[in-house]
T-cell receptor, first 114, second 113 residues
Framework: AQSVTQLDSQVPVFEEAPVELRCNYSSSVSVYLFWYVQYPNQGLQLLLKYLSGSTLVKGINGFEAEFNKSQTSFHLRKPSVHISDTAEYFCAVSESGSARQLTFGSGTQLTVLP | DGGITQSPKYLFRKEGQNVTLSCEQNLNHDAMYWYRQDPGQGLRLIYYSQIVNDFQKGDIAEGYSVSREKKESFPLTVTSAQKNPTAFYLC????????????FGQGTRLTVV
């Protein structure tokens, strides 16, 4: 069975500072990994995904994530955050790559402070 | 604009009543999903449908029902059997069951009063 752990439920950070949101997964087979963002009272939007190939994945809004198979991690990073990045971020895993079999983490609330 | 429309945005229900949440998509996607989101928890899959007239239970289907009579529409009924229905409900779709990306609607917040 697959599972996802997001280690931090809340991450406050000052504007223009770098940020890392941590995600670890558990699976007995190869996985596909995703990061979604949710703005207040909105649906989720895909930030980036790792399916295969380069372990460094670039997404929208200047975010990137690195797949580390040995550490079973897929941490999300941004070198300089903006107030508009304030949102909840969800890491998700799928053993098949299919949206039907997504397992989501519990989310990390990123709050960017002025 | 193509997308997924959920209505209403906010819904209040008295205990013991059934209520239906609407989800419509104009993306021509085959697969549709319903998720429930509670504070501090991730999304949990309620039901999914891969094609018209077919749907499968997800992880937390008890107390919910769905139908898929049209490709564009996947309504969710929260029945009186659902013991704790207050939550944020999200509808999503993907091109097909094998597609990697899910597209989400803006959600319906259901409150039982």
């Amino acid at each position: 069975a697959q599972s996802v752990t997001q280690l931090d439920s809340q991450v406050p950070v000052f504007e223009e500072a770098p940020v890392e949101l941590r995600c670890n997964y558990s699976s007995s087979v190869s996985v596909y990994l995703f990061w979604y963002v949710q703005y207040p009272n909105q649906g989720l939007q895909l930030l980036l995904k790792y399916l295969s190939g380069s372990t460094l994945v670039k997404g929208i809004n200047g975010f990137e994530a690195e797949f580390n198979k040995s550490q079973t991690s897929f941490h999300l990073r941004k070198p300089s955050v903006h107030i508009s990045d304030t949102a909840e971020y969800f890491c998700a895993v799928s053993e098949s790559g299919s949206a039907r079999q997504l397992t989501f983490g519990s989310g990390t609330q990123l709050t960017v402070l002025p | 604009d193509g997308g997924i429309t959920q209505s209403p945005k906010y819904l209040f229900r008295k205990e013991g009543q059934n209520v239906t949440l609407s989800c419509e998509q104009n993306l021509n996607h085959d697969a549709m999903y319903w998720y429930r989101q509670d504070p501090g928890q991730g999304l949990r899959l309620i039901y999914y449908s891969q094609i018209v007239n077919d749907f499968q239970k997800g992880d937390i289907a008890e107390g919910y029902s769905v139908s898929r009579e049209k490709k564009e529409s996947f309504p969710l009924t929260v029945t009186s059997a659902q013991k704790n229905p207050t939550a944020f409900y999200l509808c999503a779709s993907s091109r097909g069951p094998g597609a990697t990306e899910a597209f989400f609607g803006q959600g319906t917040r259901l409150t039982v009063v």
